[in-house]
């Protein structure tokens, strides 16, 4: 937990999200300036920063955030039409929360260029 953390404070019930799907390793809510009809952040409880503050030991949990937003997209009905899943890292990759999350995008057609920005 940090506290000056907005995903953080989510996780701790702290501050307000619609919550989708919670385990004792994840927590996914709704996006709160939606980019898509169903956008949807995976997270994991335990605060890692980036993509690149993941160690060895994490590849359990990446895993399980995949398998997790996997199951979403079937609970939201985007397993036959497709979606997206977007993981930002630092400045220049667009991360503007520090706290390691995917994006999951659905619900529409997505542009099929490579994601630039918010890449929808
Ligand atoms: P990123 O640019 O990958 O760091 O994405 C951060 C995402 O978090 C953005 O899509 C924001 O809209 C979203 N976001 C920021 N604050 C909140 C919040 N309080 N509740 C839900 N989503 C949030």
Redesign the pocket.
Known sequence: MTADC?FCR?INKE?D?EIVYEDEDIVA?????P?APVHL?IVPRRHIPTLVDLKEEDTLLVGRLVGVANDLARSFDLDKSGYRLVI?CGREG????YHL?L?LLGGKALSPAIARGRGV
Do not use: E, R, W
């Open positions: 907005i989510i501050s999200a809510f709704k996006d709160v300036y980019a952040l930002n667009g991360q503007v929360v999350h994006h």
